[in-house]
């Protein structure tokens, strides 16, 4: 179906139209309730919902009361982009850094899909913008392009960014030493050294070790709120003849938090390809909090749905302030 959103009053049918109870924020474990909640509001939207917000380039966006917003495009990725390093522009600060592009290396395949390389498109876009405020408006403001390297797949032989990265990176005039690396396996070393010494003391960190379908393997879970909330949050697990736990991707996530907040960053914004991600509803934020992380956090997932892309964005420890312009 093609959307074509052109006087205000139509929007209350275009939007059930195209929702067909699909469209829904993934984590409703946040308090939001679904399309398909039976709670409605006066135009028929979820009683949850707080506004529509407009902008030039997207059909509609969706703005929750806290954490986050839809970006819904006509399959038009160029203007998601432009219309995402805008909205997130305003967010910037004195120490931010800005990650985006991740992908897992099969067997030695540097192929990538097109949303990771939107990810990465968005990030260098960003931060380009960012330098040249800085430029402009003489703003001494740290802000850092990083990338996550899975070197893993890649086992003695040196990374290379893919040619469609290079790519990006020239076009936006941006030099390839700018990029700060992460690696997934020292941030794998330090987060089993994190696990190692909470679990020590299990009960003052939140931690609880149980048994997983598997006999030979326990699972570790960090509660992130109070135990008899059921807040939790699989972080790894380990064998029973292990000396060490194997920490899942979101604790790595939390790591990686931690450890950009000890060099002094105040808030980092992640924009990921939802499928590269082991942990698509953000919980690895709720394990930084848990663990002391006090950085604040916007977290972009690029998704695809009925053959539209979505971005989904959410924010924690910081209001987004979102564009409410109506198209002209």
């Given at each position: 179906?093609?959307?074509?959103?052109?006087?205000?009053?139509?929007?209350?049918?275009?939007?059930?139209?195209?929702?067909?109870?699909?469209?829904?924020?993934?984590?409703?474990?946040?308090?939001?309730?679904?399309?398909?909640?039976?709670?409605?509001?006066?135009?028929?939207?979820?009683?949850?919902?707080?506004?529509?917000?407009?902008?030039?380039?997207?059909?509609?966006?969706?703005?929750?009361?806290?954490?986050?917003?839809?970006?819904?495009?006509?399959?038009?990725?160029?203007?998601?982009?432009?219309?995402?390093?805008?909205?997130?522009?305003?967010?910037?600060?004195?120490?931010?850094?800005?990650?985006?592009?991740?992908?897992?290396?099969?067997?030695?395949?540097?192929?990538?899909?097109?949303?990771?390389?939107?990810?990465?498109?968005?990030?260098?876009?960003?931060?380009?913008?960012?330098?040249?405020?800085?430029?402009?408006?003489?703003?001494?403001?740290?802000?850092?392009?990083?990338?996550?390297?899975?070197?893993?797949?890649?086992?003695?032989?040196?990374?290379?960014?893919?040619?469609?990265?290079?790519?990006?990176?020239?076009?936006?005039?941006?030099?390839?030493?700018?990029?700060?690396?992460?690696?997934?396996?020292?941030?794998?070393?330090?987060?089993?050294?994190?696990?190692?010494?909470?679990?020590?003391?299990?009960?003052?960190?939140?931690?609880t070790v149980e048994k997983e379908y598997s006999t030979d393997h326990d699972a570790i879970f960090l509660h992130y709120g109070a135990k008899s909330s059921g807040k939790k949050a699989l972080v790894?697990?380990?064998?029973?003849?292990?000396?060490?736990?194997t920490p899942f991707g979101r604790m790595l996530l939390a790591q990686k938090l931690l450890d950009v907040e000890k060099k002094g960053y105040k808030l980092a914004i992640n924009l990921m390809h939802?499928?590269?991600?082991?942990?698509?509803?953000?919980?690895?934020?709720?394990?930084?909090?848990?663990?002391?992380?006090?950085?604040?956090?916007?977290?972009?997932?690029?998704?695809?749905?009925?053959?539209?892309?979505?971005?989904?964005?959410?924010?924690?420890?910081?209001?987004?302030?979102?564009?409410?312009?109506?198209?002209?």
């Amino acid at each position: 179906m093609n959307l074509k959103i052109s006087e205000k009053e139509n929007i209350y049918e275009d939007w059930k139209q195209f929702n067909a109870g699909c469209l829904i924020h993934p984590c409703t474990s946040r308090g939001y309730r679904g399309y398909n909640s039976p709670v409605r509001d006066e135009q028929g939207f979820p009683a949850r919902t707080s506004e529509i917000c407009w902008d030039s380039n997207a059909r509609f966006c969706i703005s929750y009361l806290k954490n986050g917003i839809w970006i819904v495009e006509n399959n038009n990725l160029e203007n998601s982009i432009e219309t995402l390093t805008k909205e997130l522009l305003p967010h910037i600060v004195d120490g931010t850094i800005i990650e985006g592009g991740n992908f897992k290396i099969r067997e030695g395949n540097y192929k990538t899909h097109y949303l990771s390389t939107a990810t990465f498109k968005t990030a260098v876009t960003l931060y380009k913008k960012v330098k040249n405020e800085n430029r402009k408006f003489k703003l001494k403001r740290r802000v850092t392009l990083a990338f996550m390297i899975d070197d893993f797949s890649i086992k003695g032989v040196e990374f290379k960014l893919p040619d469609e990265y290079v790519r990006v990176l020239e076009q936006q005039g941006i030099n390839q030493q700018e990029i700060f690396y992460f690696k997934e396996s020292n941030l794998k070393n330090r987060s089993r050294n994190t696990l190692i010494r909470l679990l020590t003391k299990p009960d003052d960190a939140g931690i609880t070790v149980e048994k997983e379908y598997s006999t030979d393997h326990d699972a570790i879970f960090l509660h992130y709120g109070a135990k008899s909330s059921g807040k939790k949050a699989l972080v790894a697990t380990v064998h029973k003849e292990a000396l060490a736990p194997t920490p899942f991707g979101r604790m790595l996530l939390a790591q990686k938090l931690l450890d950009v907040e000890k060099k002094g960053y105040k808030l980092a914004i992640n924009l990921m390809h939802e499928d590269s991600y082991e942990d698509k509803t953000g919980q690895f934020v709720d394990v930084c909090s848990k663990l002391g992380g006090k950085i604040k956090v916007i977290n972009a997932y690029f998704k695809e749905l009925d053959s539209r892309v979505i971005i989904d964005v959410t924010s924690h420890k910081i209001r987004l302030r979102i564009n409410k312009k109506a198209p002209h």
